[in-house]
């Protein structure tokens, strides 16, 4: 009951869906939740997947990669996409940690920020539509456990940047088992649609490599820049990694 109440805690803190009331609140359970993000993952990738096969039998394939986008979109209260268009406004317009950390926090969105979130969703977007109808369903389905467990990965290895913050709670300390649980989770979709032969193994590869390389790449940056993490890092890596995961599978689809 306790793993179940962590899993609806991350569950309400990542998307809009509401929860059971005995769920409760407490402090410290927010920081044990991060575990749960990738199955976080897996309701939304089922959702996104879920309008995308139900429109694709009424329209064509690039309105119904718009619709489930959009449906995401609304689930997570875009709350990815706002952590990816402040990163790109904090570390275009920032010069040292400090501004940077400064921009990310500003509310208005500068015009790193809008070309960065535009040209990313203007990227997914044509990817998903290029890839085979049912391919890009499966894609959906894998992608956004996956993702997010890359965002874990900030939060196990990294340290977090700032003294406080929206994402202070939850970016506690992760331990390596805390991880694995992450891990076990997001890979049970990649595990289904293997034995399903819905995708290929070498397509699901190739995307999870171009996905840690990005994450490598991402942290590296982070590091770099502010000196660890904040949560507008955890939603642009989590963008990221989804988008480099979707074009893995179609250089392996397409050749």
């Known amino acids: 009951m306790h793993q179940l109440r962590l899993f609806f805690i ?14 409760g609140f407490e402090p410290d359970w927010l920081r044990h939740a991060a575990r749960y993000f990738p199955a976080v993952g897996m309701v939304v990738g089922t959702v996104t997947a879920g309008v995308y096969v139900l429109s694709i039998r009424i329209w064509p394939q690039p309105v119904a990669v718009l619709l489930s986008t959009i449906a995401g ?56 539509s290029s890839l085979p109808i049912y391919a890009a369903a499966m894609a959906l389905l894998a992608a956004h456990p996956l993702s997010r467990l890359a965002s874990t990965a900030l939060i196990w290895r990294l340290s977090y940047a700032k003294a406080d913050g ?79 995961f979707y074009l893995g599978l179609l250089a392996v689809i397409r050749h």
């Not at 996409?81 to 926090?105: H, S, W, Y």
């Not at 929206?166 to 595990?191: D, N, R, W, Y």
Request: aromatic fraction near 8%; hydrophobic fraction near 50%; charge should be neutral.
């Open 166 to 244: 929206k994402a202070k709670p939850l970016a506690q300390p992760m331990s390596t088992l805390e991880f694995c649980i992450a891990t076990v989770t997001a890979s049970l979709p990649v595990v289904a649609i293997c034995v399903a032969d819905r995708l290929s193994w070498q397509a699901i590869v190739t995307g999870s490599i171009a996905m840690v390389v990005a994450t490598l790449w991402l942290a590296g940056i982070f590091l770099r820049r502010i000196g660890g993490y904040t949560g507008d890092c955890l939603g642009a890596l989590q963008q990221v990694a989804e988008v480099v």
């Open 73 to 128: 979109i609304y689930l997570t209260g875009a709350f990815h996409e706002d952590g990816f268009a402040d990163t790109c406004d904090g570390l275009g317009g920032g010069n040292t940690p400090q501004r940077v950390l400064e921009i990310m926090k500003d509310s208005r969105m500068g015009a790193y920020g809008a070309i960065g979130i535009g040209l990313m969703l203007a990227l997914k977007f044509v990817v998903l």
């Open 10 to 23: 991350a569950l309400q803190f990542f998307t809009r869906l509401p929860v059971p009331r005995w769920v």
